[in-house]
């Protein structure tokens, strides 16, 4: 079964920086779009950004310029720098594929508050 491990939350009061880190098969990494989610409390899980195999990312607006979603396929991992974080922030970040997703991880979870 395929494990996706996302790694890298933490706290942050508004302004902060974090980035988050998912390991990926590289069979997978390297040929499917993959996206980053959010799960914010009490809503449901939504994309935040997306990546694909030829390093394209897209971005919601909410987050455009402030999130950069990269991947390294010699490490087998995607990442999601989050600079001027802000409360809406907040939430369980996921990563997947942006079709035909698989098992879901166990998420790391970003709190961003004053």
């Known amino acids: 079964q395929v494990q996706l491990v996302e790694s890298g939350g933490g706290f942050m009061h508004p302004g902060g920086s974090l980035r988050l880190s998912c390991v990926v098969p590289?069979?997978?990494?390297?040929?499917?779009?993959m996206g980053w989610y959010r799960q914010a409390p009490g809503k449901q899980r939504e994309v935040v950004a997306t990546i694909r195999e030829d390093g394209f990312a897209t971005y919601i607006s909410a987050v455009k310029g402030r999130f950069t979603a990269s991947k390294d396929d010699a490490k087998n991992t995607m990442y999601l720098q989050m600079n001027n974080l802000k409360p809406e922030d907040t939430g369980i970040y996921y990563c997947n594929r942006l079709y035909r997703q698989l098992s879901w991880g166990q998420g790391t979870q970003v709190a961003v508050s004053s």
């Open positions: 590289i069979n997978i990494l390297n040929v499917d779009t």
